[in-house]
């Protein structure tokens, strides 16, 4: 897969209370990926975005919502969702990128 390829894998980091506490105490890290991403394919995009080695990633599907619009009703799109654990002595922090 080309280098072009693997940065359209990552579509953005999820920083929100959970993932602020999994990322202080296991070295997780949690992103928003495409709805075709492989774990191979997001343990490659991490590691060369960022320059960290990944010790594992575990990926899961977010499921659509229905929500109503007025007398309409619609749905939230469903999305991907992957955790990267990363390996002892790495880190990444959004704060400084």
């Given at each position: 897969?080309?280098?072009t390829?693997?940065m359209?894998?990552?579509?953005?980091?999820?920083i929100s209370?959970?993932?602020?506490t999994?990322t202080a105490?296991?070295?997780?890290v949690?992103f928003?990926?495409?709805k075709?991403?492989?774990?191979h394919?997001v343990?490659?995009?991490v590691?060369l975005l960022f320059?960290?080695?990944?010790?594992?990633?575990?990926i899961l599907n977010?499921?659509k919502?229905?929500?109503?619009?007025?007398?309409?009703?619609?749905?939230?799109?469903?999305?991907?969702k992957?955790?990267?654990?990363?390996?002892?002595g790495?880190?990444?922090d959004f704060?400084?990128?």
């Open positions: 897969m080309r280098t390829d693997l359209a894998i990552l579509q953005a980091p999820i209370e959970k993932t602020s999994t105490a296991g070295q997780q949690a928003r990926v495409r075709d991403a492989t774990k394919q343990k490659r995009a590691e320059k960290v080695q990944v010790a594992s990633v575990n977010v499921k919502k229905k929500k109503r619009f007025g007398r309409s009703i619609g749905f939230r799109s469903a999305w991907k992957a955790y990267v654990t990363l390996k002892s790495f880190s990444i704060a400084s990128a």
